[in-house]
């Protein structure tokens, strides 16, 4: 019966996640009712500082749908069913305006009057308006799925003489762009006053509305002050246009900005940069590492009268010098990492976020075959859980296969024969720790993000805005996360643990998994080696290498998250996913070979480092953004904005450290398994 009962819970968690988004835009016929829904009003500066939009004192419209004088049917301020998770944790909130549209009412282009009056305004509530214009309140209205904006009010010295400066038959998504520059003398006392007068122009093509428009008017702006007595009148005018409903949300679309010459070149120049380096890692394998096969070889061959020389005419090596370079580190290189439940957990975290990146990239990109995403409300977190859910079986594998292959549980034959089972090296490893490993991969990540959006929900909660994640939501997820996610995870795990690992057969039950034996006592790391073979100095150098080849985009997606565009150039995206990824790759190996050569067989944290430095050159630039690049203030704005950017960056830290490591593991095996050792 319980059993029943939690699959019936599941099932219904598991539509909500994955149901997308409604199909934007309905038809309709003359009569049919038009909703038009507010989603949020708050600080211009401050995203997340949202407020319901009846929390200021607005007065209801004089409709059927008001509250007292309405019919009993009235939906005033009723909540909108939310077509999924998605959306929910995209903070929308949309609620009933009240305002009584009907489709094509007729053909005479004259507007319709919606109007009503607010009381006397109390002390509280004219000081509400007052905060409203003094921090440039703005409201969000959709309509037929389509966004619009609206401003509360306006701080000005003197309402007949700075209307002027205003934006007369500009629309008020226009004006909030440029609201910032307006210049008026600070030295003049300002008052706040409230727009009383909107017109809302709807576009519509036969069946279809294609365009919605939303517009102040200037002559309406009146002093909000204690006693006065507030007349709110929206008019609704219909017109009919012939552009097409598949290019309606072009118009949302700053193609001006983020397809600009400077975009086109940043791509550019992180492809040199790509170029660059895999002209270098070539220069390493190609030349260097020549060099150093001649010269171990000639070290453990015999040796012939007068030596080798290179192409130079420089002899190889001293025939009496004892080997030295990454060739000395041969029984330690493949020694498992310490912490390695942890770090087997980490990398199986790591695959996941590259599945889960890649999967979203590629699902937007594919926007024209399934609907764009930036159209539909919550689209992106709809795919972000859906994916992540679905991709949990990787990080079980990649993590149980990881730590099998260096762990003793994986038999005495994990090295080169029976007799030489590779050791961790710090307090990880163990025949019983790979269930430690397993809950490991289950827990990090998910209580890591729930530490810190728990903190988020309580300030939000504090606040009282409506950017907190409903106790329903949070249900949700966790049965998503506790009968889907979890299993999959354990089940990769034990897929993981169970794969036949790939090897050389040396002998009856002996299996070759590293091209080197692993010595029984670690061998001493040197302490005087150049500045070029101490990681601590090599791994930062690493890390803004990476940076540089994704800065400009990441400039982009910022000022998508935070200012109020729609990011629709997923091409772009896709393209410095790829390469960043070359970019981490090639500088690991740069590293890699270093520390080999500086005699340090400690290269898996360290090849990991030097991909995960990334996102410490990540958060610095958020800090930047924060400074530089925005207006926002007060602790809820400032709270979220670190709080998503220390996410933000600890999951592409993770990413890019996984992609780090896995490209030094490939390298370290091909240049070891190519050196003959004793």
């Known amino acids: 019966m319980r059993q029943n009962a939690a699959a019936t819970l599941v099932l219904a968690a598991s539509s909500f996640v994955l149901q997308g988004a409604s199909a934007a835009g309905n038809r309709y016929k003359a009569g049919d009712k038009v909703e038009l829904w507010v989603n949020k009003v708050g600080p211009y500066a401050n995203p997340q500082e949202a407020f319901e ?50 489709f094509a009412p007729d053909t005479s282009n004259q507007p319709i009057v919606e109007e009503c009056s607010t009381g006397e305004l109390g002390k509280e509530e004219s000081d509400k308006f007052a905060k409203a214009a003094r921090d440039q309140w703005f409201y969000q209205m959709y309509l037929d799925d389509l966004p619009v904006w609206g401003m509360v009010g306006e701080m000005l010295p003197d309402a007949e003489g700075a209307k002027g400066q205003l934006h007369a038959g ?28 909107r017109t809302l122009t709807i ?112 002899p190889l090596v001293d025939k009496h010098s004892e080997e030295s370079g990454w060739k000395q580190v041969h029984g330690d290189v493949f020694r498992a990492p310490s912490y390695l439940p942890l770090f087997s957990a980490v990398l199986g975290t790591g695959w996941q976020l590259v599945v889960l990146t890649l999967g979203v990239i590629l699902f937007a990109v594919a926007g024209p075959i399934h609907g764009e995403v930036h159209e539909e409300r919550g689209e992106i977190l709809h795919a ?17 296969k990881y730590f099998k292959l260096y762990s003793a549980t994986s038999g005495k034959g994990a090295g080169k024969g029976v007799d030489a089972a590779p050791s961790a090296s710090g307090p990880g490893a163990g025949p019983a720790q790979w269930q430690v490993t397993m809950f490991l991969t289950v827990m990090l990540l998910p209580t890591i ?39 999959l995870c354990i089940l990769g795990t034990l897929i993981g643990r169970h794969t036949k690992l ?7 039950g002996m299996v070759e998994l590293f091209p080197c034996r692993v010595n029984s ?4 790391i040197p302490t005087d080696v150049p500045w070029y073979g101490n990681p601590a100095n090599l791994v930062p150098f690493a890390g803004l290498l990476s940076f540089g080849s994704i800065f400009i985009e990441l400039y ?123």
């Not at 170029?275 to 040796?303: K, P, S």
Request: charged fraction near 15%; charge should be negative.
């Open 384 to 400: 972000v859980v859906w994916i992540y859910t679905l991709s949990s079986a990787v990080s079980g594998y990649a993590s149980g």
């Open 449 to 487: 993000s729930t530490v810190v959006l728990s903190f988020l929900n309580g300030v939000a909660l504090y606040y009282g805005t409506i950017n907190y994640i409903p106790f329903l939501a949070i249900f949700i997820l966790f049965l998503i996360w506790i009968f889907v996610s979890v299993p």
């Open 502 to 508: 790939a090897g050389k057969g040396t002998g009856v």
């Open 203 to 314: 576009d519509y093509n036969a069946d279809r509305i294609i365009k919605v428009d939303l517009t102040s008017d200037p002559a309406s702006l009146v002093e909000a002050n204690p006693g006065s007595k507030l007349k709110f009148r929206t008019f609704i005018k219909w017109q009919r246009t012939d552009a097409e409903f598949h290019s309606r949300f072009d118009r949302y679309l700053d193609h001006a900005f983020f397809k600009h010459q400077i975009h086109w070149f940043s791509v550019f120049n992180s492809f040199m940069m790509v170029l660059f380096l895999t002209g270098l890692v070539a220069l390493i394998l190609l030349r260097t590492l020549r060099r150093d096969y001649a010269r171990y070889a000639l070290i453990t061959g015999d040796e012939e009268e007068g030596g080798e020389v290179d192409e130079d005419g420089k």
């Open 170 to 197: 500009e629309s008020d998504l226009a004006h909030l762009d440029r609201e910032a520059d307006m210049a008026l003398d600070p030295n003049l006392p300002l008052k706040p006053y409230v727009y009383t007068e």
């Open 53 to 102: 939009y009846y929390a200021l004192p607005y007065c209801a419209p004089e409709t059927e749908h008001h509250p007292v004088t309405g019919s009993d049917t009235s939906v005033f301020n009723s909540i909108k069913s939310y077509s999924g998770i998605g959306e929910r944790l995209g903070g929308n909130v949309l609620r009933h305006t009240g305002h009584d549209l009907t």
């Open 521 to 524: 006592i670690p061998r001493p």
């Open 556 to 678: 982009y997606v910022l000022t998508s998250l935070w200012n109020y565009k729609f990011y629709h150039v997923y091409g772009f995206l896709l393209g410095v996913y790829a390469i960043l990824v070359l970019v981490v790759g090639m500088t690991t190996v740069i590293v890699t070979y270093f520390t080999l050569n500086a005699e340090n067989h400690l290269w898996q944290w360290t090849a990991f480092a030097s991909g995960a430095s990334t996102a410490a050159y990540v958060f610095l630039y958020g800090v930047y953004y924060f400074a530089f690049k925005t207006s926002m203030g007060g602790f809820l704005q400032t709270a979220f904005y670190f709080g998503y950017m220390a996410l933000i960056s600890l999951n592409l830290g993770v990413l890019c450290g996984t992609i780090g490591h896995f490209t030094a593991s490939k390298f370290v095996r091909t240049i070891f398994q190519n050196v003959k050792v004793d």
